[in-house]
């Protein structure tokens, strides 16, 4: 009997994730934990100290695009990728990475990009979008820094075709940073890579 019970607990957490990737890629939900929460009200599911991780949600979105999207999608993903290049490139200075659900391959029509930026300036980073001409709102964004969650300042762009675009500045000591997965960020060079290969 105790044995059943990780097991039903396993399937509904798979269950959840499916959801919740539906609701993402449907709805144009971009919050993971929105999504989750949503999810298990929609499955009935009263345990939620064991919703999946954003891993399983994004395992789970990439297997509903494949199947649902697989004509689309690749389309899609691959002009955010080519948005997301043309800022990388305009803030070179500020060497930028790319981060988020484009790299990562599960991006819809809905989704934001989201780039890293390095400056122990957020003024100077303002300014030099100022001077190239470029709308912005303020904000925030959080992060885990040498292990630790923080908020960093962030800026919210829009492409032309208005995907917006989100720009977390991190400070520079973070750049050489080891604790970095290199899976999850992806240079200038990278993305150039993604975009000839894909």
């Keep these: 009997m105790n044995k059943e019970r990780p097991l039903r607990r396993d399937q509904m957490r798979d269950q959840l994730a499916h959801q919740a990737a539906k609701l993402m890629a449907e709805d144009g939900i ?5 999504a989750k929460r949503k999810a298990a009200r929609q499955l009935g599911a009263t345990d939620t100290q064991h919703l999946p991780s954003n891993e399983e949600v994004d395992t789970a979105l990439r297997s509903h695009r494949a199947l ?3 004509d689309s999608h690749p389309a899609i993903l691959h002009e955010l990728l080519q948005q997301a290049l043309i800022f990388m490139q305009i803030l070179k200075p500020f ?17 934001d990009i989201n780039l890293l930026i390095y400056s122990d ?3 100077s980073v303002m300014i030099f979008l100022l001077k190239q001409n470029l709308s912005f709102e303020s904000g925030e964004w959080r992060v ?15 492409t032309e075709n208005g995907v917006p675009i ?21 240079d ?8 000839a290969t894909g």
Excluded at 168 to 183: M, T
Excluded at 188 to 195: G, H, N
């Design 188 to 195: 200038i060079a990278a993305v150039e890579v993604m975009l």
């Design 166 to 186: 989100s720009l977390a500045i991190l400070p520079e000591n973070a750049r050489h940073s080891v604790s970095r997965k290199r899976e999850t960020y992806a």
């Design 121 to 123: 300036d957020e003024k």
């Design 68 to 70: 649902y999207e697989s």
């Design 95 to 111: 060497h930028p990475f790319l981060t988020g659900s484009v790299l990562n391959g599960t991006a819809g029509k809905q989704s």
């Design 30 to 34: 971009t919050d993971y934990a929105f």
């Design 144 to 158: 885990r820094l040498m292990g630790e969650e923080k908020s960093v300042p962030c800026f919210i762009l829009q």
